[in-house]
Every structure is written in structure tokens, then in C-alpha cells.
């Protein structure tokens, strides 16, 4: 179990956008340039229903360590000083990332690895793991099975299953996951380019419906300028 480290955030300025993601700007070190020209918006994929995830909106805190069962935070390597910071909900990342062109897949997956509907069987015909958005599920096996049910999970990867980098000054600057019984595989680290994650999850024997582990928040740090968090997953294309 990794425990939380606690942060002391000096006080922030506000930043208005959409209703779902929240954006908070750190005023530590030196003002950045005004000189400064942001780089152009590239369009952004509509998510699958049509609609196009929401842009960041007001935030009323400067994000924290990840609470519960993980953070990834370290005292050694703090969030960048002056950069935008993006508090991105676990299903606003995935929806863009998948657009963009990021695999979500357990191992072992068939067919498309988009994590819209992503399984892996055990067994031809028994469906054992499924990513369906930013859920994990692992099921479990029948009491006459001799094995419990486990499989590692793979999220943000490229084509090949390897961890998919975001875009050039991007940054992971923070990342939450709940759920039950489940491990980390591969975790990333505060300043981390790629948000790739892996997990193996146990859905156990015997009755019961399944296991489940969900990527509640992503943390993204941003170049200095930027506006928008959907950019940072543009590498993807």
C-alpha cells in the first residue's frame, strides 16, 4: 500500500472553463514570459456519443495527493512552479485519449482496444475482462474452476502495448484510482511524460459478480500558456 504524502501549496489564482475538469495555476518562481505566443488549438475528436468533452472548468482548491489506495506524488519531485495545472476526471481523459487514438486493453484482449468494449476471454466464450471507459473489471471464475480470475490491465498504451507519451511539454502530475483487489504493475510517477498505467486485478472464485478498479482523476501539467488539457493527448494521432 503506498501512502499518501502530504503537500503545502502556497495560495492560487483561478482560472474559468467548463464544468467537469478544473485548472489551477501554481504562482511560485518567476511570471512566465508575456511574450509568450500559445500554440495553435488543433481540433479535438468528439467522444462516442457525438459530443466533445468538456473543457477545464473553475477550480476551488490546488489539487492534493491522491487519498485512499494510491498517490503518486513524491516530496523529492514536486509539480513543476508556474505551470498550468489540469485536474482531469478519469472519464473526460479517457474519452479524449481514446479519440486520439490510445489503447485501453487487458491482456490477452480481441478485437478493438479503444476501451469502449474491450475484452479478454480465459476460456472461448467466457468473457473474463472487460474496459469499459475508465472501468476495470475482472470477472470472477464459477466454484468448479481450479483458478481464481486475474489479468493485468494496460491503459494509455500505442498499438504495440507500450506506454504512449503525451504531447511535447506535457506532463503526469498527479493520478487517482479506486476500486477493489487490485495491485500495481507499472505506475507512473510525478513528471512522468506518458500517463500509462498497468494493474492486475483479482476477481476471485465463487459466486459473485466481478472486481473493478476505475481511474477516478488525472493530473496533467501543462506547458507554460496552455489552456486546454485535451492537447495534451494529441500526441496520439
Not at 26 to 49: E, N
Not at 116 to 127: D, E, F, K, L, S
Not at 137 to 166: I, K
Request: with cysteine; aromatic share 8%; charged share 15%.
Amino acid at each position: 500500500m503506498i501512502r499518501p504524502l502530504s503537500l503545502v501549496f502556497l495560495p492560487i489564482s483561478l482560472a474559468l472553463a467548463g464544468p467537469e475538469s478544473s485548472q489551477v495555476r501554481l504562482p511560485l518562481g518567476p511570471p512566465a514570459s508575456a511574450d509568450a505566443t500559445p500554440a495553435p488549438t488543433p481540433a479535438i475528436p468528439p467522444a462516442q456519443d457525438g459530443t466533445t468533452p468538456a473543457a477545464p472548468a473553475t477550480a476551488t482548491h490546488a489539487p492534493q495527493s491522491a487519498t485512499g489506495e494510491v498517490t503518486v506524488k513524491s516530496a523529492d519531485n514536486p509539480l513543476p512552479a508556474q505551470r498550468p495545472i489540469f485536474k482531469v476526471s478519469g472519464g473526460d481523459a479517457w474519452a479524449v485519449a481514446s479519440a486520439l487514438g490510445y489503447k485501453f486493453t487487458p491482456s490477452g484482449a480481441s478485437g478493438s482496444r479503444d476501451g469502449r468494449n474491450t475484452i479478454a476471454q480465459m476460456h472461448p466464450g467466457v468473457t473474463t475482462s472487460l474496459i469499459k471507459g475508465p472501468r476495470m473489471y475482472q470477472m470472477r471464475t464459477p466454484p468448479t474452476w481450479s483458478v481464481a480470475s486475474r489479468n493485468s490491465f494496460h491503459m494509455f498504451c500505442d498499438n504495440a502495448g507500450r506506454p504512449a507519451p503525451l504531447a511535447p511539454g506535457w506532463q503526469v502530475g498527479d493520478l487517482q484510482i479506486s476500486g477493489e483487489n487490485w495491485r500495481w504493475l507499472t505506475k507512473p510517477q510525478t513528471g512522468s511524460q506518458s500517463p500509462y498505467f498497468s494493474i492486475e486485478i483479482t476477481g476471485g472464485q465463487g459466486n459473485g459478480a466481478y472486481s473493478a478498479a476505475a481511474l477516478s482523476q488525472i493530473v496533467l501539467v501543462g506547458p507554460p500558456g496552455a489552456k486546454d488539457w485535451r492537447l495534451a493527448f494529441m500526441a496520439g494521432r
